[in-house]
């Protein structure tokens, strides 16, 4: 079988030479595909309008299959009101600890559930950074209505008529 390869000895050569011949050898490799897919690309687009029409025409605006709802909250630490789960993915750590010291995952149900917490079928952008996880998300604030403890505000979006900017929030801190 014929090669177009130059007779390399890879036998000789230094780890960070074989490197070097590996990185190039992929990068060709990338130039090629981008080169195919780019020729593919314009034979669509030449047969399309061939026919009188454009690749938006016909592949254009595909519904996206991104679905979010609201889903309830269905546990909540009694000691932490902010400490909450929808009963969907693994449990939280605050609940596994509770868990842990004797509690029972019943001890924590909501009587009334309230639907705060909108989950989306989106997968995450960067695996392992979940929502109320480590790194990636906002600092902490919850400020409860003086008047109706059941009514909350997270700090962001639009301010409820019940916030002063002298109440604090539950972690202490002013607005």
């Known amino acids: 079988m014929y090669s177009k390869l130059p007779h390399i000895d890879y036998t000789n050569l230094s780890p960070k030479d074989l490197k070097e011949v590996q990185d190039r050898a992929h990068a060709a490799?990338?130039?090629?595909?981008?080169?195919?897919?780019?020729?593919?690309?314009?034979?669509l687009i030449d047969h399309a309008a061939s026919k009188g029409f454009t690749l938006a025409e016909l592949y254009g605006g595909k519904p996206s299959?991104?679905?979010?709802?609201?889903?309830?909250?269905?546990?909540?630490?009694?000691?932490?009101s902010s400490d909450t789960w929808t009963g969907r993915g693994r449990k939280p750590n605050w609940l596994v600890a509770?868990?842990?010291?004797?509690?029972?995952?019943?001890?924590?149900?909501?009587?009334?559930?309230?639907?705060?917490?909108?989950?989306s079928k989106k997968p995450a952008k960067r695996p392992g950074k979940r929502p109320g996880g480590k790194g990636g998300t906002r600092p902490k604030k919850l400020f409860?209505?003086?008047?109706?403890?059941?009514?909350?505000?997270?700090?962001?979006?639009?301010?409820?008529?019940?916030?002063?900017?002298?109440?604090?929030?539950?972690?202490?801190?002013?607005?």
Do not use: M
């Open 65 to 80: 299959s991104h679905k979010s709802h609201t889903v309830a909250i269905k546990y909540q630490d009694p000691d932490n």
């Open 144 to 175: 409860v209505c003086p008047t109706d403890p059941t009514k909350t505000w997270g700090g962001y979006g639009h301010k409820p008529d019940w916030h002063t900017p002298e109440l604090p929030n539950v972690y202490g801190q002013a607005a």
């Open 29 to 43: 490799e990338r130039s090629f595909q981008a080169q195919r897919k780019a020729e593919a690309r314009q034979e």
């Open 98 to 119: 509770k868990i842990n010291k004797g509690g029972t995952l019943e001890n924590f149900e909501l009587r009334v559930r309230q639907p705060v917490a909108t989950i």
